[in-house]
């Protein structure tokens, strides 16, 4: 019989036991990092954001962070004080989405990792939380997103029955949309079927009940606008991370390009001579009647104008899945912000270009002071806060005038005004949709460097212009 000279051997851990462990562990911080990452990209988040949230994230775990990311990729690197012992590890992420609520959680994840140290299995369990919580139901989602485009008809002066046609053409364009996407397909086909669904809708409401729908078909796809991704696309530019904002900026011109094919194939179908005539009723006096019924004017048109405001961005914000906990922020915002781009435009003669930046600066600024009171990033409100300034007029005179030069029957090229007038449209929705991402973009950039966690925006200026004097 063998007698152990050392009864406690066993139970002490050998040097390549602890080498094992030593190695496991930075693996499994790059898997988690990679997944994190992983989940912010789908859920809408700009690269700026996505690379703070997951430094803070490796700095909590006692590891520094470097990283690459594209909009199709990500690479992370992590290393204590050696570079030359980093660990890296590469994952492809194909899925596109807007989950703000994700990217709201993560934040404040974030930081509770940097400030408790909290463990990798406790993250783990809390990213499990964030990855299944369902902040609205489908009830919810699709009965009252589409009241976005509801307001936006009446923001362009539409009449209430064709606000009811855009409720049920939303409606019906949203659950094709969001299904295909939920079911994997392609994401710029899902934005092209929607869109000939919405518009198809219109169209045949307006032939049958022999009714004006010009205010519907101009907020008829609106909707679908991917407005984050083309302030995410104007972020990246201005943080100098320009392969992920030339391809953000690729698929927000190819989603609106899917979205006007469909507008136009839509109006190829219903202006057929055989469809003309499926004529079966005639609201047109009713139409009339319910127009002269609701005509605001002084302080009620001033009124419904910050309503509708406000309620066509809690509408974007119910798409985007904001928290809750946002959405008085978010109709204050966008109740305020559209008010002022309104009387710029409107009562002060102020050219609509410089109204839209003063407005969506407007929302930028005072986003930021509401950041550390509804505990969200203010990305995260400032965003559906604006989206109810989106060119809709111009951008449909715009698709106009290219449908007319390309289903010109007659073979007769367009008048040189026409080229003139089209192009013109063309150019002012650009530079408008450029001053609504400016706006959102420049505090941001601005006040990077400060956290607005627990501090008031008051604190932020005095800093920072403590440190430019």
Same mark, same amino acid.
């Given at each position: 019989?063998?007698?152990?000279?050392?009864?406690?051997?066993?139970?002490?851990?050998?040097?390549?036991?602890?080498?094992?462990?030593?190695?496991? $562990?930075?693996?499994?911080?790059?898997?988690?990092?990679?997944?994190?990452?992983? %989940?912010? !990209?789908?859920?809408?988040?700009?690269?700026?954001?996505?690379?703070?949230?997951?430094?803070?994230?490796?700095?909590?775990?006692?590891?520094?962070? $470097?990283?690459?990311?594209?909009?199709?990729?990500?690479?992370?690197?992590?290393?204590? *004080?050696?570079?030359?012992?980093?660990?890296?590890?590469?994952?492809?992420?194909?899925?596109?989405?807007?989950?703000?609520?994700?990217?709201?959680?993560?934040?404040?994840?974030?930081?509770?990792?940097?400030?408790?140290?909290?463990?990798?299995?406790?993250?783990?369990?809390?990213?499990?939380?964030?990855?299944?919580?369902?902040?609205?139901?489908?009830?919810?989602?699709?009965?009252?997103?589409?009241?976005?485009?509801?307001?936006?008809?009446?923001?362009?002066?539409?009449?209430?029955?064709?606000?009811?046609?855009?409720?049920?053409?939303?409606?019906?364009?949203? &659950?094709?949309?969001?299904?295909?996407?939920?079911?994997?397909?392609?994401?710029?086909?899902?934005?092209?079927?929607?869109?000939?669904?919405?518009?198809?809708?219109?169209?045949?409401?307006?032939?049958?009940?022999?009714?004006?729908?010009?205010?519907?078909?101009?907020?008829?796809?609106?909707?679908?606008?991917?407005?984050?991704? !083309?302030?995410?696309?104007?972020?990246?530019?201005? $943080?100098?991370?320009?392969?992920?904002?030339?391809?953000?900026?690729?698929?927000?011109?190819?989603?609106?390009?899917?979205?006007?094919?469909?507008?136009?194939?839509?109006? %190829?179908?219903?202006? %057929?001579?055989?469809?003309?005539?499926?004529?079966?009723?005639?609201?047109?006096?009713?139409?009339?009647?319910?127009?002269?019924?609701?005509?605001?004017?002084?302080?009620?048109?001033?009124?419904?104008?910050?309503?509708?405001?406000?309620?066509?961005?809690?509408?974007?914000?119910?798409?985007?899945?904001?928290?809750?906990?946002? %959405?008085?922020?978010?109709?204050?915002?966008?109740?305020?912000?559209?008010?002022?781009?309104?009387?710029?435009?409107?009562?002060?003669?102020?050219?609509?270009?410089?109204?839209?930046?003063?407005?969506?600066?407007?929302?930028?600024?005072?986003?930021?002071?509401?950041?550390?009171?509804?505990?969200?990033?203010?990305?995260?409100?400032?965003?559906?806060?604006?989206?109810?300034?989106?060119?809709?007029?111009?951008?449909?005179?715009?698709?106009?005038?290219?449908?007319?030069?390309?289903?010109?029957?007659?073979?007769?090229?367009?008048?040189?005004? *026409?080229?003139?007038?089209?192009?013109?449209?063309?150019?002012?929705?650009?530079?408008?949709?450029?001053?609504?991402?400016?706006?959102?973009?420049?505090?941001?950039?601005?006040?990077?460097? &400060?956290?607005?966690?627990?501090?008031?925006?008051?604190?932020?200026?005095?800093?920072?212009?403590?440190?430019?004097?």
């Amino acid at each position: 019989m063998t007698i152990n000279p050392d009864p406690d051997s066993d139970l002490k851990i050998k040097p390549k036991q602890i080498e094992m462990i030593e190695e496991k $562990e930075p693996q499994r911080v790059l898997e988690l990092l990679t997944e994190i990452g992983k %989940m912010m !990209m789908t859920s809408g988040a700009h690269t700026a954001r996505i690379i703070r949230n997951l430094e803070r994230i490796a700095k909590g775990l006692g590891y520094n962070c $470097e990283l690459v990311l594209t909009y199709t990729g990500i690479v992370i690197s992590i290393y204590k *004080e050696n570079k030359q012992k980093a660990h890296t590890l590469a994952r492809t992420v194909r899925d596109k989405g807007i989950n703000f609520e994700t990217i709201s959680e993560i934040s404040i994840l974030s930081w509770d990792v940097l400030e408790n140290k909290i463990s990798i299995d406790e993250i783990k369990s809390r990213l499990v939380q964030i990855r299944t919580r369902k902040v609205y139901t489908n009830f919810q989602l699709y009965f009252w997103a589409p009241f976005a485009s509801v307001a936006l008809c009446m923001l362009f002066d539409g009449d209430w029955i064709q606000s009811l046609i855009v409720y049920v053409s939303t409606f019906i364009g949203f &659950y094709a949309r969001r299904n295909m996407v939920l079911r994997h397909h392609n994401h710029l086909m899902a934005f092209f079927v929607a869109s000939t669904i919405s518009i198809s809708i219109i169209h045949f409401s307006g032939l049958f009940f022999n009714i004006e729908i010009e205010q519907a078909l101009i907020v008829s796809i609106l909707y679908l606008i991917p407005g984050v991704v !083309m302030i995410n696309s104007f972020i990246d530019y201005l $943080e100098g991370y320009f392969e992920s904002g030339t391809a953000r900026f690729i698929y927000f011109s190819m989603a609106v390009f899917m979205l006007a094919f469909g507008f136009f194939v839509s109006n %190829m179908i219903f202006s %057929m001579p055989f469809v003309n005539t499926i004529n079966a009723f005639d609201f047109s006096n009713l139409q009339a009647q319910v127009v002269a019924a609701y005509q605001p004017t002084g302080i009620a048109l001033h009124t419904s104008k910050l309503i509708f405001g406000g309620i066509c961005s809690l509408g974007f914000a119910l798409i985007f899945n904001t928290s809750k906990r946002a %959405m008085w922020t978010v109709f204050i915002l966008g109740a305020v912000g559209y008010y002022i781009k309104y009387l710029l435009s409107n009562d002060c003669d102020v050219n609509l270009i410089l109204s839209i930046f003063a407005a969506s600066s407007f929302v930028g600024i005072s986003g930021m002071y509401f950041a550390h009171r509804a505990h969200t990033p203010p990305i995260i409100f400032m965003i559906p806060a604006v989206i109810n300034m989106i060119p809709g007029l111009l951008s449909y005179e715009f698709m106009m005038g290219m449908i007319h030069w390309i289903s010109n029957d007659n073979g007769q090229k367009p008048s040189v005004e *026409e080229v003139i007038q089209t192009f013109s449209y063309g150019i002012s929705t650009v530079f408008i949709l450029f001053a609504l991402a400016f706006g959102v973009a420049f505090p941001i950039i601005v006040f990077k460097s &400060y956290t607005v966690k627990g501090k008031d925006l008051n604190v932020l200026i005095k800093k920072l212009f403590t440190k430019t004097a």
